[in-house]
């Protein structure tokens, strides 16, 4: 049974900084594809950020140069570096995982698999 777990969330001021880990267990990393969503309140959740087992990378438009998301296959551990933020980053921010999937990009995935979610809040 796959399990996400997210951890590293908080309040921070406009252009801070922030990490996000997610501790997976019950899958083979080298078989999923692995990402970043995010819901803010009134709004539909987004793909931030996703990495394929290979390292390959997708990003939202809205985080391309700020957030990096990286892995650690070695601990299942999947990270988003967030830096720059800005009061609109402001959301709950969810670890997800798929393991069928035609393209691993943060505009085609659909995950089934989800973390709790950890609240990230920015202030200007």
């Known amino acids: 049974q796959v399990q996400l777990v997210e951890s590293g969330g908080g309040s921070v001021q406009s252009g801070g900084s922030l990490r996000l880990s997610c501790a997976g267990s019950g899958y083979i990393y080298s078989e999923y594809c692995m990402g970043w969503f995010r819901q803010a309140p009134g709004k539909e959740r987004e793909g931030v950020a996703v990495?394929?087992?290979?390292?390959?990378?997708s990003y939202a438009d809205s985080v391309k140069g700020r957030f990096t998301i990286s892995q650690d296959s070695a601990k299942n551990n999947v990270y988003l570096q967030m830096s720059s933020l800005k009061p609109e980053d402001t959301a709950m921010y969810y670890c997800?995982?798929?393991?069928?999937?035609?393209?691993?990009?943060?505009?085609?995935?659909?995950?089934?698999?989800w973390g709790q979610g950890t609240q990230v809040t920015v202030s200007s």
């Open positions: 990495i394929d087992s290979d390292g390959s990378t």
């Open positions: 997800a995982a798929e393991s069928h999937y035609d393209y691993c990009s943060v505009s085609y995935l659909k995950p089934r698999y």
